[in-house]
């Protein structure tokens, strides 16, 4: 299966558990093409800065990798979804993709539960 791990880039350490778990099972997965932040973004201490614009180009391209899979993960650490993930998944559902959320706190989190 294709899949497109969506969630917060202040969630690396997830992404790259996740990326690798359903690797090895088999699976083609998509990720965030780059942990950035935008300048605004001051929780985000320590990732690489990016502007506006790039941020936009990032999202329609994350966006593609969704069009391009058969199911989203939503990397979902403590009941955080910020507004860009909401949108993910909408855009997900929108066109016919499963859904599902890792569930459990984090680095604990080993269930998939579709919603």
């Known amino acids: 299966m294709r899949i497109t791990l969506c969630g917060s880039t202040r969630f690396q350490p997830a ?3 996740w ?3 359903l690797a090895i099972n088999g699976h083609t997965v998509y990720s965030l093409s780059l942990f950035g932040r935008e300048e605004k973004d001051t929780h985000k201490k320590g990732n690489i800065t990016i502007s506006e614009a790039d941020k936009v180009t990032l999202d329609l391209v994350h966006l593609d990798k969704i ?3 058969d199911a989203v993960v939503v ?3 403590d009941g955080y979804t910020g507004f ?3 949108r ?3 855009w997900a ?3 016919g993709k499963d859904v599902f959320w890792v569930e459990g706190n984090l680095p604990d989190a080993h269930m998939l539960v579709q919603r």
Do not use: Y
Request: charged fraction near 35%.
């Open 67 to 69: 069009l391009n899979s």
């Open 88 to 90: 993910e998944i909408e």
């Open 19 to 21: 990326n690798h778990k």
């Open 93 to 95: 559902r929108m066109k």
């Open 75 to 77: 990397i979902n650490v």
């Open 84 to 86: 860009s993930t909401k």
């Open 15 to 17: 992404f790259q558990e």
